[in-house]
């Protein structure tokens, strides 16, 4: 046969992949959907590989589609990046880092790494993301960030993972609330109230800890709201809709009607820890390494 990949190829093959559709997938390329279909029947003759499967109603990735397009998107990424740090080092910058972090991370760890990075390395970029433990451990391994702070025990045995920081737990209560600094001595105290917590989704170590606190003390937590943001959290306990235990750290950075008492006498901890790749080829990355 004499046809040859070409990278028109692999572009139709990840337009087809995302949209499941071939009539949107050519849409977005601004090629009909007949020539669309050839191109990618082309590819599987020439892979040798089945990586669609079609019917009437739906269309969807073979096992070897589902391989291809992790890699593919790995891949173009990488040369996305590449190419951007080419631009950066040859306009006289130090390159780019990637970081994704969770919200309690800038209010311990990031604002002092960047001022410490930014000393001996003052050319050198930093592109910021806040999104969850998942998400950033699915960004590492594409090669999209190159180290996320998350809260989490263990990560695939292709990253590496260091805890940074240790924090207490504090209970967060509307600023009107009976308990204060003087009277509070156990979380067993508002074992009757309504919980707000950072949902499982978010941190399941986490959300465990949270429950492990309570259930140390005698009680289950009576779950009423749960969500991924700290501002939301604080936000639904001044409004009275329940109380809520977070790491004592994120007491910084919000101005809300809200009070912190840090709860005596547990076990648990709050570890923050910084992730990165084994093979991660950003130089950058182990500059700044000695500062983590």
């Known amino acids: 046969m004499g046809y040859q990949l070409e990278l028109r190829h692999f572009t139709y093959f990840l337009a087809v992949a995302e949209e499941l559709h071939f009539r949107k997938a050519a849409e977005r390329l601004y090629i009909s959907q007949p020539g669309l279909s050839r191109q990618i029947k082309q590819m599987e003759e020439i892979i040798g590989v089945e990586l669609f499967l079609r019917d009437k109603r739906k269309v969807t990735l073979t096992n070897a589609g589902v391989y291809l397009k992790n890699e593919l998107d790995y891949i173009f990424n990488h040369i996305d990046f590449t190419l951007k740090q080419t631009r950066l080092i040859d306009q006289g910058s130090e390159g780019e880092i990637r970081v994704g972090f969770l919200g309690s991370a800038m209010q311990t760890i990031l604002p002092e790494l960047l001022v410490n990075v930014n000393k001996e390395y003052p050319n050198l970029q930093f592109s910021l993301e806040e999104m969850s433990n998942y998400l950033q451990v699915d960004a590492v391994q594409k090669d999209q960030l190159d180290i996320g702070f998350v809260r989490l ?62 259930e140390d003390k005698g009680f289950t937590p009576k779950v009423s709201h749960k969500s991924v943001h700290a501002q939301t959290i604080f936000k639904l306990v001044e409004s009275g809709f329940g109380v809520a235990i977070v790491p004592t750290s994120l007491q910084y950075g919000f101005d809300l009607k809200v009070k912190f008492l840090e709860i005596p006498e547990i076990l648990q901890k709050a570890e923050l820890s910084v992730i990165w790749k084994n093979d991660n080829r950003n130089p950058a990355l182990r500059q700044i390494m000695k500062f983590l």
């Open 153 to 214: 025990a263990r990560v695939p045995k292709e990253m590496q993972i260091k805890t940074i920081h240790t924090d207490t737990f504090s209970l967060v209560l509307p600023l009107e609330h009976l308990l204060n600094v003087g009277n509070f001595v156990s979380v067993q105290q508002v074992s009757d109230e309504q919980f707000i917590l950072f949902s499982s989704d978010y941190s399941s170590v986490y959300y465990d800890q949270i429950m492990s606190i309570c």
